[in-house]
């Protein structure tokens, strides 16, 4: 069955340090993958995505994600966390007409 | 480009009252469109599928009758929830796939819908 994991319920960063949220996903070929992140009561915004070509994807608000097909893995990265980013983070795969969101990770931010 | 609107944006109702959502595409034509419930600190749960001029797919355990889905236009999906519950608050979120991009099945989402039944 499809399925994606996203191993972390809850990291909390401090401000301007690195941050790394993994995600992993069970699928037959290399899916569509994405990543959003939701702020409290609001609806979803998608930073980055990827279909193809370069296994490392730009995304907005400086965030980054690496493909990994060995793993099975689309981690998001950023070098330097803001405050601003503390927000529930969703990975996505879709295959077809399927699209399957991960549990989330919850991301707090300490001054 | 590929806007998509939600209406209302919050509603609370009765117990045992219907609550129609609208989901629009703005800017694109949607073949397909797709209904999300999201619970407190959940992540999203697919509800059903709608396809225009179609009924709509519904996933296990999703009561078609209590959620009915219309996809009348290529711009338009409406669900309501009939004879809400408390049990049936949450959050409720559309996407759209863009008929230009099929093969990408990327979903563009709309804002979401806070409901609450008291």
């Known amino acids: 069955a499809q399925s994606v994991t996203q191993p972390d319920i809850h990291i909390t960063v401090s401000e301007g340090a690195s941050l790394e949220l993994r995600c992993n996903y069970s699928y037959g070929a290399t899916p569509y993958l994405f990543w959003y992140v939701q702020s409290p009561g609001q609806g979803l915004q998608l930073l980055l995505k990827y279909f193809s070509g370069d296994t490392l994807v730009q995304g907005i608000k400086g965030f980054e994600a690496e493909f990994k097909r060995s793993q099975s893995s689309f981690n998001l990265r950023k070098p330097s966390v803001h405050w601003s980013d503390a927000a529930e983070y969703f990975c996505?795969?879709?295959?077809?007409?399927?699209?399957?969101f991960g549990p989330g990770t919850r991301l707090s931010v300490l001054p | 480009g590929a806007v998509v609107s939600q209406h209302p944006s919050r509603v609370i109702c009765k117990s045992g009252t219907s609550v129609k959502i609208e989901c629009r595409s703005l800017?694109?034509?949607?073949?397909?469109m797709f209904w999300y419930r999201q619970f407190p600190k959940q992540s999203l749960m697919l509800m059903a599928t709608?396809?225009?001029?179609?009924?709509?797919?519904?996933e296990q355990g999703v009561e078609k009758d209590k959620f009915l889905i219309n996809h009348a236009s290529l711009t338009l999906s409406t669900l309501t929830v009939t004879s809400a519950h408390p049990e049936d608050s949450s959050f409720y979120i559309c996407?759209?796939?863009?008929?230009?991009?099929?093969?990408?099945?990327?979903?563009?989402f709309g804002p979401g819908t806070r409901l609450t039944v008291l």
């Open positions: 996407s759209a796939r863009d008929r230009q991009t099929p093969s990408y099945n990327e979903q563009f």
């Open positions: 996505a795969v879709g295959e077809g007409q399927n699209f399957v």
């Open positions: 800017d694109f034509q949607a073949t397909t």
């Open positions: 709608s396809n225009e001029g179609s009924k709509a797919t519904y």
